[in-house]
């Protein structure tokens, strides 16, 4: 077992507050990853983290930030949320040596509600 | 266009039966491929690894042609527990994987 858990599970939060995510693994790997997932979209890349205050933006960044302090933490903030921003928030980490060749174990996810 | 593409389904099939999804990626330099499986409101989990000769585990399959830039799957003998949805995921690039939207599979008993 990879062990990653992802807190809070649930969330529901008011339009222009912030909220934070935060994504725990406890074996020390490099690569972590936040995904949003909506119906018809798939899942989609927000940011992603290769290292200590090593971060990337993926593919739905705007209106997110991230922030990785230690190797076992990668927390995800939504500065003022928006409706917008409703959606399960998975957070998945990298296990292989080689990046890509043994795909990403996940969290269980977070449902973030923005009424 | 998207990077991958899947036919979202559903698919319908009766218990027993063999079902297959394709899949089409656009990268040609992709090299790492995947199928997921994800139940209903949890976490995407990964199937099996797709391998340039294509690769059994058990009842599924896994087939590559990379010269049309497909990947499928096939389920043979399909079980109530089958029941899910089906991403296709390929490399986007050295450090991140692309998912496709998912396809839905219902066996019905």
């Known amino acids: 077992d990879a062990g990653i858990t992802q807190s809070p599970r649930h969330k529901v939060t008011e339009t222009g507050t912030p909220v934070t995510l935060r994504c725990h693994q406890t074996?020390?790997?490099?690569?972590m990853y936040w995904y949003r997932q909506d119906p018809g979209h798939g899942l989609r890349l927000i940011h992603y983290s290769y290292g200590v205050k090593d971060t990337d933006k993926g593919e739905v960044s705007d209106g997110y930030s991230v922030s990785r302090s230690k190797t076992e933490d990668f927390l995800l903030t939504l500065e003022s949320a928006t409706s917008s921003q409703t959606s399960v928030y998975f957070c998945a980490i990298s296990t292989g040596q080689i990046i890509t060749n043994y795909g990403y174990t996940f969290g269980s996810g977070t449902r973030l509600t923005v009424v | 266009r998207k990077e991958v593409e899947q036919d979202p389904g559903p698919f319908n099939v009766p218990e027993g039966a063999t079902v297959a999804f394709n899949c089409t990626y656009s990268n040609s330099a992709s090299q790492s491929f995947f199928w997921y499986r994800q139940d209903c409101r949890k976490e995407p989990k990964l199937l099996m690894s797709v391998y340039s000769s294509g690769n059994e585990d058990g009842r599924f399959t896994a087939q590559l042609n990379r010269a049309s830039q497909y990947i499928s799957l096939l389920i043979r003998d399909s079980k109530l527990s089958d029941s899910a949805t089906y991403l296709c995921v390929v490399n986007e690039s050295y450090e991140k994987l692309t998912f496709g939207t998912g396809t839905r599979l219902t066996i019905i008993p």
């Open positions: 074996e020390n790997h490099r690569y």
